[in-house]
């Protein structure tokens, strides 16, 4: 039998792509508010008109159908702006975090072959890259303006099946791979679905990373939708002001991941309770926590059944973001973790044994995900393709598709899907894919390191990532953990540099030679001071007198990161340091009287160093 099939609560158009969506919408709201953010409101209208006169400029730079634009833009409305601007002139967006490191920024940008960079100005690594910077300034100069005035703008015809935006998740060979998503991908996300309520009356918030596959549920489920688009703001008071920006804005819905609901339901229960529809995903969820958020929104209604939408989602980014989910309030209390649900509409999920039959209801079994979600699949990498996207045999349309996952799942009684594992050694860490032969591929590129292996260690908020290296010869000395965190972050985002670095003489090996895993020396959290990387790599050696600065910033990373000591030298990420752990010390400064920005604390991890800074 079939391990989970489609359900579908409306059909949506097959023949709308993002721009006409969003052009109808605009033209039957033309005076809802699209944009809500701190550089004020943009209506649909008004958005639609500047997003042609870029269009206008991007098509006379050559953008049309089958190009690739990156854009290196903060989370804001210049960037949505492109985005849309981007699909209307027929390419493609690459989105780039400006949190990335020069080097790959460089190495996207090439394997994207994108035919320039759209950024707010000339970044200093420019002269590094390949494609051309172009400033959004010089763009609006070419188009004839800023303003809101229609261009004369012919926008490309674009299909459904062409390409809307490239995404890059971390890749199984170590390189990145990119992601082909399609305009009809997107529509299908967010038109005629039953997961939550997409309306004009709707305010979603706009808060994930905008290289983050989230992102595109929050942009488009808005924009094709009538709905208003809080843009989160960028920063250090982001985590902190979270709570007062949803409820001062009006926020309904919001995804959040994981990590980070689990942080609001600890520090504040009540922070969501505004918000009408709320999603989570990106890791497992812990059923205390869905629990309270469910008892919660029960009883603020009375025990009657919730008006409200809480939900636990599932989706990888070559599914289109989201492909399950499974609401918070049909949880039972004998649950020992939280299903990720049934299929979307316009979605298909299969359960297959190793030889391809469905396995039976309560049989683990690979996950498979077919439907209108399927993306096109890698960039440039047809064998990769053909070995993840296969003929959808069950689906009984010519030419369909389903995506296999590696993730192993398990059909229960109730129809629900549980989440068992994976099947290979990816793992998800604050919602990010992960691939941990492309960091050990990063720490074989450091002349010093021989050998590096790369693993995910069971914590109690997740996972993190310890990478057990071999030194060549007479390099042991070098290779410490301050150093080789310092490195990595010069090659990969802050979220793949391991919590621990632990030398060894020689990796393990099974009897054919190849590395054994399974013997490598474990490791748990209590491990974490030990690796945690000052000159002599461990905690505490400040080296002398502390400044007040140093004092300061020693007693805040005490308490967030729960340690007992802090070197000035201590590395922040491998002290257990994260995305989440940043916006709290970043607030906890600026309760203290300390001026801090988050890019500050990534480029200067350590205490020395960020006091010098602020200094």
């Given at each position: ?237 982001a985590l902190a002001d979270l709570p007062v920006l949803l409820r001062e804005r009006g926020v309904s819905a919001m995804f959040l991941t994981t990590p980070l609901f689990h942080e609001l339901m600890d520090s504040d229960p ?27 929104r029960s009883a603020a209604t009375g025990g009657t059944a919730p008006a409200s939408v809480a939900a636990n989602v599932y989706g990888p980014t070559e599914t289109t973001t989201f492909a399950t989910a499974f609401r918070l309030?049909q949880l039972d209390g004998n649950d020992k973790s939280v299903p990720i649900g049934r299929p979307l509409s316009h979605t298909s999920v299969y359960l297959l044994r190793e030889d391809g039959s469905p396995a039976a209801e ?254």
């Amino acid at each position: 039998m079939f391990a989970s099939r489609s359900h579908t609560a409306g059909s949506f158009d097959p023949a709308l792509t993002v721009p006409g969506a969003f052009d109808a919408v605009a033209a039957a709201v033309p005076d809802n508010v699209a944009l809500d953010g701190v550089a004020g409101r943009l209506t649909y209208a008004q958005l639609r008109a500047r997003s042609e006169v870029l269009s206008a400029a991007l098509g006379r730079r050559g953008v049309g159908l089958g190009t690739v634009v990156g854009v290196h833009l903060e989370r804001s409305f210049d960037s949505l702006i492109t985005y849309l601007a981007i699909l209307k002139a027929g390419g493609s967006y690459l989105p780039l975090s400006p949190e990335y490191p020069p080097s790959r920024l460089k190495l996207l940008l090439s394997d994207a072959g994108a035919v320039f960079v759209v950024a707010a100005e000339l970044p200093p690594w420019s002269a590094e890259v390949d494609s051309p910077v172009v400033t959004l300034a010089r763009l609006r100069s070419d188009g004839g303006g800023s303003g809101d005035e229609s261009a004369a703008s012919h926008p490309m015809p674009v299909t459904p099946e062409d390409v809307a935006y490239v995404m890059y998740t971390s890749g199984s060979t170590g390189t990145p791979k990119g992601v082909l998503v399609t305009h009809r991908n997107i529509v299908q996300l967010v038109r005629d679905q039953d997961y939550l309520d997409f309306g004009a009356g709707e305010a979603f918030l706009h808060l994930s990373p905008t290289a983050f596959d989230a992102s595109t549920f929050e942009i488009w489920g808005a924009l094709l939708s009538g709905a208003r688009l809080v843009l989160a703001p960028s920063g250090r008071s982001a985590l902190a002001d979270l709570p007062v920006l949803l409820r001062e804005r009006g926020v309904s819905a919001m995804f959040l991941t994981t990590p980070l609901f689990h942080e609001l339901m600890d520090s504040d229960p009540g922070a969501l309770d505004p918000v009408r529809q709320v999603l989570v995903g990106g890791e497992p969820m812990s059923v205390e926590r869905a629990l309270l958020l469910a008892r919660r929104r029960s009883a603020a209604t009375g025990g009657t059944a919730p008006a409200s939408v809480a939900a636990n989602v599932y989706g990888p980014t070559e599914t289109t973001t989201f492909a399950t989910a499974f609401r918070l309030d049909q949880l039972d209390g004998n649950d020992k973790s939280v299903p990720i649900g049934r299929p979307l509409s316009h979605t298909s999920v299969y359960l297959l044994r190793e030889d391809g039959s469905p396995a039976a209801e309560g049989e683990s079994g690979e996950i498979y995900i077919g439907g209108a979600g399927v993306s096109r699949g890698y960039l440039g990498r047809p064998a990769q393709t053909a070995e993840r996207f296969l003929p959808d045999p069950f689906s009984g349309v010519q030419g369909a598709r389903m995506y296999r996952s590696g993730d192993v799942g398990r059909l229960r009684p109730d129809g629900a899907i549980e989440f068992l594992g994976r099947i290979d050694n990816q793992v998800k860490i604050r919602g990010f894919r992960i691939e941990p032969v492309e960091v050990e591929e990063a720490l074989l590129n450091h002349a010093g390191v021989r050998e590096a292996a790369v693993v995910a260690v069971p914590v109690p908020d997740g996972v993190r990532l310890a990478a057990y290296v071999v030194p060549g010869a007479g390099q042991s000395a070098e290779l410490t953990p301050v150093a080789l965190a310092t490195y990595l972050r010069g090659l990969v985002p802050g979220f793949m540099v391991p919590s621990w670095f632990v030398t060894l003489s020689e990796l393990p090996r099974t009897v054919t030679g190849k590395l054994d895993r399974r013997e490598l020396p474990a490791l748990d959290e209590a491990d974490l001071p030990r690796f945690s990387g000052g000159p002599t790599g461990g905690p505490g050696d400040e080296d002398g007198p502390l400044s007040p600065t140093e004092e300061r910033l020693v007693e805040i990373w005490k308490q967030i990161l729960q340690v007992e000591t802090v070197g000035i030298d201590d590395d922040f990420f491998s002290l257990g340091g994260d995305s989440i752990r940043i916006l709290r010390v970043l607030a906890e400064a600026e309760a203290r009287g300390l001026e801090l920005s988050l890019v500050q604390l990534f480029e200067h991890t350590t205490i020395r160093e960020l006091a010098a800074s602020v200094q």
